[in-house]
């Protein structure tokens, strides 16, 4: 254990972990069952195209979520795609800046603009009163996205949506397993998104899903996954690729038979965290609603630099010297990202909470790759950066000033 501010790496320590700690290393069911489904469809021969274990998939997803449609797809970027194609959305859709870039780029790919919408600094999620101050002419939906599997204020969007005409689609890659007034996410508003990408808690390789309630929606997205082909020799309808494969869908189906393990060693973790955390002042761990369903998939921290002195860059410092490899997830937000920082230099005004939390959050590992050992010693390392910020903060900025001459005489600028 690492007591006095001299063992952390940065300052000459040795590393706590010997390997990396990722954050978003992925969770995998049994083994055995995965190689029997493997070796049934190399016998069946069926690789790909809506295949049995596809449509297995979907059907456990359908009823897991309790709705009516499940489509598989190659990935969720592509889902959102489809799904916003399918809703027919065009010239401006709003959406939170906070947020994966992919939820912006399913837009922009296809020339729609991403009006970019400031957020509820409690929940992280669009902020509905925002909403209304960026609604014009040309607006035609809404994409609220559950970060970190906290469900947005899906009531207050539904009567924005109803009262303007607008379509929802919910960004829901974070949402999986998680409920809203104890109805699952993934039923609500026209559509939503699901991300099996192997960083999400339950993985499917690569992988995601539309889900609605909609007859007509899910028709015609079955058709747009399948350049648009009903039977054979049949287009009759534009469409791209979308469909997932036998073997992202058959590691689906054995995950999604541990996937309730996997919430539980989730919620451990985070209760772990809870107590390696508590009452460090400067540092707030993410709250999660105990009556709704939730994944636990994100261990988020917020970094109040006032009291911490640390800064959140700094600590991601002390943590990469240790291996520990927190993510600033989604800094610096999309509306600071190509090409939207080009398009809308000035977007950042209008996102005030926002820009000041993406320069505040900090991910952590969890899922079953790490357990309370790990937690322990990376919470231990966190209490000692901050409790010690102050002369933590002042010999990292003489570090840095080292750094900088030392790059400089090898730079050759040396006096
Ligand atoms: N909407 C939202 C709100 C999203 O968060 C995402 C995806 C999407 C939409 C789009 O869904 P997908 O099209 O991806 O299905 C990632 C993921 O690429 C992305 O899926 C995810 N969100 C986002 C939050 O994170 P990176 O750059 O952090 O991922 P990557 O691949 O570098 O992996 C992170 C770490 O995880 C690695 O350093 C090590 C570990 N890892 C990763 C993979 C892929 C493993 O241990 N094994 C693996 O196989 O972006």
């Not at 706590?16 to 029997?36: I, K, M, T």
């Not at 899906?154 to 829901?172: G, Y």
Request: hydrophobic share 40%; aromatic share 10%.
């Amino acid at each position: 254990m690492k007591e006095n501010i001299d063992d952390l790496t940065v300052f000459g320590g040795t590393p706590s972990f010997q390997e990396p700690l990722h954050v978003g290393r992925p969770n995998l069911g049994d083994r055995e069952r995965l190689f029997e489904r493997i070796n049934d469809m190399l016998d069946r021969k069926w690789l790909s195209n809506n295949g049995p274990y596809v449509q297995e998939l979907e059907q456990r997803i359908s009823e897991l979520i309790g709705v009516k449609h499940c489509i598989a797809m190659c990935n969720g970027t592509v889902a959102l795609e489809i799904a916003i194609r399918s809703l027919e959305l065009k010239g401006e859709v709003i959406l939170p800046s906070f947020t994966f870039v992919a939820t912006a780029h399913a837009l922009q790919w296809q020339e729609i603009t991403p009006v970019f919408c400031d957020i509820d600094p409690k929940t992280h999620t669009i902020d509905p009163a925002c909403i209304e101050k960026m609604i014009t002419p040309r607006t035609t939906g809404i994409i609220g996205v559950h970060l970190w599997g906290r469900p947005c204020d899906i009531v207050a969007l539904e009567k924005i949506a109803d009262t303007h005409h607008l379509k929802l689609l919910f960004d829901a890659a974070h949402g999986f397993g998680c409920s809203y007034k104890g109805r699952m996410l993934g039923s609500f508003g026209n559509a939503e998104v699901f991300s099996f990408h192997p960083t999400k808690f339950f993985n499917s390789c690569e992988g995601g899903a539309i889900v609605t309630n909609d007859d007509a929606l899910a028709a015609k997205i079955r058709l747009m996954k399948n350049f648009g082909f009903s039977g054979y020799d049949n287009v009759i309808y534009i469409g791209t690729n979308g469909k997932m494969n036998e073997m992202s869908a058959l590691m689906g189906l054995t995950n999604l038979e541990s996937m309730a393990d996997f919430i539980a060693v989730n919620y451990e973790n985070y209760k772990s965290y809870q107590r390696g955390l508590d009452s460090l002042a400067g540092i707030s761990l993410i709250n999660y609603d105990q009556k709704e369903k939730c994944n636990y998939q994100y261990i988020l921290l917020e970094i109040d630099e006032s009291v911490t002195h640390v800064n959140r860059d700094q600590l991601v410092d002390i943590l990469r010297a240790e291996n520990i490899l927190a993510r600033r997830y989604f800094y610096p937000g999309c509306h600071r990202m190509e090409p939207y920082r080009s398009y809308f230099p000035n977007a950042g005004l209008m996102l005030p909470e926002t820009e000041r939390l993406v320069k505040r959050v900090l991910s952590f590992p969890t899922g079953t790759a790490v357990g309370p050992d790990e937690i322990s010693k990376i919470c231990q390392i966190t209490r000692l950066a901050v409790q010690y910020g102050p002369e933590v903060k002042k010999r990292l900025s003489g570090y840095a000033a080292n750094e900088t001459t030392k790059s400089m005489v090898f730079e050759g600028f040396a006096v």
